[in-house]
Structure formats: C-alpha cells, structure tokens
C-alpha cells in the first residue's frame, strides 16, 4: 500500500493544466513560478523513464510511462526490482496487478491534485510554508533548479524538488522530516521527454488472469456526509475538510466514517468505525516510512487517523475526535 501511495504522489498534477502547458515558454523567475510550470510538465508532457525510490532503508527501481493526449492522460508504472508489480491509470480507472498475492484491484482514478497535492494558489501555503528557490544543480548531467519548500511548525513535513530548466520536468524529489532529514527520495536515472509513445508500452505485461479481482466500492456505496456524528476539535493550523463519506473499510463491516483534510500540502484521513465483536483494538502509533497512523477506541468506536505527516499530527489529531454534542 506505500508503494500505491507512492504512485498517486507521483502522478498527480493539477486538471486545470492539462495539455496546456508549453515548454518553450519563459523561463520562471520565482519559486511559484518553478513549482507550477513542473505541475504542468508532469501532467501535460510525453515521458518514459526509469526512477530509484528510498524509502524504509530501501532502493527500488521503477519504469514509468506517461502519455497526455486530447482524450486526457494514461499512465504505466512497473517495478524493476522486487515483485513484478504494475499500475495503469487514465482519467477513469487505476487498476494495480499484484502478482505476490495474485490479485488485481480496481479503483476509480480520483480528481487531480497539483503535485504533489500543491494548491493552484501557491500563495495559500504562505502561512504554513516557505517556498524558497535555492539555486541550481546537476542531475544525471542535466541542470536543475531546487525549490524548497519548508514547514513553519512541527506538524508536517518539508518538500525539495529538483526541477529540470529546459521542459521543467521534476528530476529529483525529497521529503524532509522536521529535522531536515530525507525520509524518502526519488530521482529519474534516465528520462526521454517529448517523443512519441508507443501503444504497446502502455499495456500490462501481466494479464491478472486467474487473480482475485477486486473493485473499490464506486460512489453510490460511499454517500457523501452532510450532517456528521463526529468531530475533529484540534487541527494544525491551515487543515481544512474537504471530503467527508461514509465508506465500508473492511468485508462484512459496517460503514465508516471517512473525514479527510488538508492544508494544501499535507492530508489527513480520519476513519471511525463501529468496533466488530471480533475485531482486534488498533491503538497508538504505527509507521512506514512517511506514512504515519494512530489508533485510539472511544466507546464502541475505533479511531484511526492515517496521513504523510509526523508522528505528533495524527496522534494529536485523533486524541481530539469525539462525539458531536
């Protein structure tokens, strides 16, 4: 599941820019200016490349594929290294072929987020981040611009990319925890940009066939919540909800609540879940690399507050859930 959310974090770009962004236009001047031309660039341009990705102490390599076209993008990311693991994607459906537990999961694509999860106005982070050009560098012999993007609290975490100054593609990528310290990294070890991409090498080379297929529940199976039972009294500075829906977290379980926020940058997911009688208690701290999540039981109820941000923000978060009065 890190690997997948790995990929949503790579593949996210802003819808408004689709297809309308041009890599010979001026070059920027600022930091905003850098960040939003290599939104455009990840969504709106032809690429084939491989990446490493650290993460957990560990470096695997990936292939992807990215076609944009008229009819909207479509999107092929294989692991080099490991399990033969693939994603597709296109403006409708994400389908993932597991092969380690013969499975395939289908989903449907969510809407574009600016990359990765930056709002369209930059400005909006101001009073939570510090966006900072820094100067340039070199990867994999190509020139670089590195913006910097630095939380001014404890309670998310920092962003560097590396952004090449000829099409503005994002060559390198850091996440930083609040010491500085990069807890994942990403950086293309070859990239061909602009040619023509081949039908072929957007198709699976894993059929799924004989798998287990499974399809994440479609909208009419996660209503919406227009009057909650549940708040959220304590928030970092600057989150804000932007979905709220009840949806069936595990087989044969009742809905759950699913509140989700974001300050721009960062997202949180809340879930509350009526407890099952033979349901085992997930409390306190849990972690994969980035990822952080903490459970706690109110009641009847299980709360679990997962999101890429430090260990304080989801333990503070859902110390502060409770019953609506």
């Not at 990822?291 to 706690?296: E, T």
């Amino acid at each position: 599941m890190k690997w997948l959310l790995f990929v949503s974090l790579l593949l996210s770009g802003p819808a408004s820019l689709q297809l309308a962004f041009a890599s010979d236009g001026p070059a920027p001047n600022n930091a905003r200016q850098w960040l939003d031309s290599m939104s455009g660039a990840l969504q709106a341009l032809n690429y084939d490349g491989t990446f490493v990705y650290l993460h957990d102490g560990k470096l695997e390599a990936m292939r992807i594929v990215h076609e944009a076209t008229p009819g909207g993008e479509k999107e092929r990311l294989i692991a080099l290294t490991g399990s033969a693991r693939e994603v597709l994607r296109d403006e409708k459906v994400v389908t993932c072929i597991m092969p380690d537990n013969k499975s395939v999961m289908v989903g449907q694509s969510r809407p574009r987020q600016p990359f990765p999860e930056v709002p369209e106005d930059l400005g909006s982070l101001s009073p939570y981040y510090q966006l900072r050009d820094t100067g340039e560098d070199r990867i994999a012999g190509l020139m670089t611009r590195v913006i910097d993007i630095t939380p001014r609290d404890q309670y998310r975490y920092g962003y560097r990319f590396w952004v090449d100054t000829t099409n503005f593609m994002l060559l390198k990528f850091e996440l930083k925890d609040v010491d500085g310290t990069a807890i994942e990294q990403v950086m293309f070890t070859d990239l061909k940009v602009g040619e023509r991409i081949s039908p072929a090498t957007l198709e699976p080379s894993l059929t799924g066939e004989g798998y287990n297929w499974f399809r994440q529940e479609g909208g009419g199976d996660a209503p919406a919540v227009t009057s909650s039972a549940w708040t959220v009294a304590l928030l970092p500075a600057g989150f804000k909800m932007t979905d709220s829906q009840r949806r069936r977290v595990r087989q044969g379980g009742e809905h759950a609540e699913h509140m989700v926020f974001t300050d721009g940058l960062a997202t949180v997911s809340v879930y509350v879940e009526k407890m099952q009688a033979n349901q085992k208690e997930f409390t306190g701290l849990s972690n994969r690399g980035a990822m952080n999540a903490y459970g706690a039981v109110l009641g009847d109820h299980q709360v679990t507050v997962v999101g890429e941000v430090p260990a304080a923000t989801v333990q503070s978060v859902a110390h502060s859930v409770s019953r609506r009065q």
